[in-house]
């Protein structure tokens, strides 16, 4: 015959293994949140330097490299040497294609300040083949094609040009989301075909 213990025992392991269980997925449930953390800022630190790199290589490429800048010729009817300048110019290395009606100027002197934009006030001929005529605003300017470029530096009211007295001018070319270009036009002499950059 059997016989059984009245004494009740007390078992503390069970118990000890519960505690020790939750405590092993409290430290999981930690890590998980401490790595989805970690992930999400490596994500966005990735993301900010992709958008910087993007714009920065936009503002550097998307621009006009100008490669020399003249008083207007004397026999140019539609931009006359008294109030126009010339400039040999190509898009900076790496730029993509602009379309001419994107891109506007500012000529800035001691008379005033000249807002314009190309197509309108302001023209563009290919390098080589000078004498075809202006580009049609819509037409898209290459990279590395050289150009040259016609503006007009005066309006009623307001004189830029080689001849109002200035020693100075600066202008500035924008190019549609991209860059822009500045420069001082140092003014040594009203001829025609004078250097000015």
């Given at each position: 015959?059997?016989?059984?213990?009245?004494?009740?025992?007390?078992?503390?392991?069970?118990?000890?293994?519960?505690?020790?269980?939750?405590?092993?997925?409290?430290?999981?449930?930690?890590?998980?949140?401490?790595?989805?953390?970690?992930?999400?800022?490596?994500?966005?630190?990735?993301?900010?330097?992709?958008?910087?790199?993007?714009?920065?290589?936009?503002?550097?490429?998307?621009?006009?490299?100008?490669?020399?800048?003249?008083?207007?010729?004397?026999?140019?009817?539609?931009?006359?040497?008294?109030?126009?300048?010339?400039?040999?110019?190509?898009?900076?290395?790496?730029?993509?294609?602009?379309?001419?009606?994107?891109?506007?100027?500012?000529?800035?002197?001691?008379?005033?300040?000249?807002?314009?934009?190309?197509?309108?006030?302001?023209?563009?001929?290919?390098?080589?083949?000078?004498?075809?005529?202006?580009?049609?605003?819509?037409?898209?300017?290459?990279?590395?094609?050289?150009?040259?470029?016609?503006?007009?530096?005066?309006?009623?009211?307001?004189?830029?040009?080689?001849?109002?007295?200035?020693?100075?001018?600066?202008?500035?070319?924008?190019?549609?989301?991209?860059?822009?270009?500045?420069?001082?036009?140092?003014?040594?002499?009203?001829?025609?075909?004078?250097?000015v950059a």
């Open positions: 015959m059997k016989t059984e213990s009245p004494d009740v025992r007390e078992d503390n392991i069970a118990a000890i293994g519960i505690g020790a269980m939750i405590v092993f997925i409290a430290l999981i449930l930690v890590a998980a949140v401490a790595a989805a953390v970690i992930i999400q800022t490596a994500e966005k630190l990735q993301q900010n330097a992709e958008t910087t790199g993007e714009d920065t290589a936009k503002n550097l490429a998307g621009k006009f490299v100008l490669n020399g800048g003249f008083v207007s010729a004397a026999d140019n009817a539609d931009f006359p040497d008294t109030t126009s300048y010339m400039f040999f110019a190509q898009l900076a290395p790496g730029s993509s294609p602009v379309r001419i009606s994107t891109i506007t100027y500012q000529v800035n002197c001691d008379n005033g300040l000249i807002e314009g934009e190309f197509g309108t006030d302001a023209q563009i001929q290919d390098m080589d083949s000078a004498g075809a005529g202006w580009k049609d605003p819509t037409f898209e300017l290459q990279p590395q094609q050289p150009y040259v470029l016609w503006i007009m530096a005066a309006i009623p009211g307001v004189d830029c040009g080689a001849s109002n007295g200035d020693s100075s001018v600066h202008l500035a070319i924008h190019v549609g989301s991209g860059g822009s270009t500045y420069v001082t036009l140092n003014i040594g002499s009203t001829a025609a075909g004078a250097e």
